[in-house]
């Protein structure tokens, strides 16, 4: 049995579970692993300096897949961004379909990848904002619940009433994203009227991420109760994993006289990438969302999709002993 959806369909994918783009995580050996598997994997372009490098990292993924993934590209404020241009121009002139847009101001992306064939899903933490990129021709959304690790915006909405409200709203497909990480989840996202989900911190945990068995280790050790949501302050919300880092960070940001130099010490994204390579999480801070409580194993991807779509199917099948006439 399987799970045909509109997302299935218009990705050209067996089942409806979509990688997140993870910093220094959505690399090829991960993404090819998902894709393989049935899913949609998706290559994080931000994590090569250059355009020229993230050209090769896409056709080293084509290498270890036949199957579809994409690129995420996320957008970063001004002042920090990288040549857009030059990765946009590499991932159309590379063969890829599909491309994740998050972040600010994706209106020329999604306007440019449009005009020449690409599938875009542009992440979004609310409606208003899902809306805005349905206008600018984002083909899917992908709405994240307040349960999710990164950036859950300062709206503090949680995926059971976020999602339904999206699915409302749209006419475009969503994908559920935030806190999803077995098939009872996907099952309740579809009830939910999304047409699959995006998983992030249950790709973490698998044997193919590239990441340290220790960091692993600490998704496995921790429970839904240990995240801890930083940068609150200065409006730009961050949900991390526990560490001694992230709590470090909580009881600065307590302080009354706190200012962002207190605090960048400990927040730059290469002490995170260090963290993540050597397994020394006092390095910096490790992302990861409230599906940690859901997590106990590190499977492969490929039995990681095939156990989550058996347990959506029986659950799903369930629910539809539970009707009566």
């Not at 020449?116 to 206008?135: N, Y």
């Not at 911190?201 to 050790?221: G, M, S, W, Y």
């Amino acid at each position: 049995m399987t799970i045909t959806t509109p997302i299935t369909t218009l990705l050209g994918i067996e089942h409806p579970i979509v990688q997140g783009g993870m910093m220094w995580v959505g690399r090829p050996e991960l993404v090819a692993a998902i894709s393989n598997a049935g899913g949609l994997g998706m290559l994080t372009a931000l994590i090569w300096p250059t355009a020229e490098e993230l050209r090769e990292q896409i056709a080293l993924t084509r290498s270890l897949t036949d199957k579809p993934f994409g690129v995420n590209l996320t957008l970063l404020p001004v002042g920090r961004a990288p040549d857009y241009p030059a990765l946009r121009k590499v991932i159309v002139e590379s063969g890829v379909r599909i491309v994740e847009t998050a972040g600010h101001s994706p209106h020329e992306h999604i306007a440019d990848l449009k005009a020449q064939g690409v599938t875009v899903i542009h992440k979004c933490t609310s409606v208003r904002h899902a809306l805005s990129a349905q206008k600018m021709g984002a083909d899917i959304v992908t709405i994240d619940g307040f349960e999710c690790a990164g950036h859950p915006g300062e709206d503090d909405v949680g995926g059971i009433v976020l999602i339904p409200a999206a699915v409302d709203a749209l006419s475009i497909p969503v994908l559920g994203c935030g806190g999803f990480a077995d098939g009872r989840g996907l099952a309740a996202a579809l009830a939910l009227g999304a047409q699959g989900i995006t998983m992030g911190t249950r790709f973490c945990a698998t044997v193919e991420a590239p990441i340290h068995d220790k960091v692993k280790q600490v998704i496995l050790n921790n429970d839904e109760r240990d995240t801890r949501l930083i940068l609150r302050g200065f409006k730009n919300t961050a949900r991390v994993a526990y560490t001694a880092v992230s709590a470090k960070v909580v009881e600065l940001s307590a302080r009354p006289d706190v200012d962002f130099e207190m605090l960048r010490p400990y927040v730059p994204g290469e002490h995170g990438r260090r963290a993540l390579e050597s397994g020394d999480i006092e390095q910096g801070l490790v992302w990861a969302s409230q599906a940690q409580g859901l997590i106990h194993d590190l499977p492969t991807c490929a039995q990681l999709i095939d156990r989550i779509m058996t347990q959506a199917q029986s659950v799903m099948a369930r629910s539809s002993d539970l009707v009566s006439a």
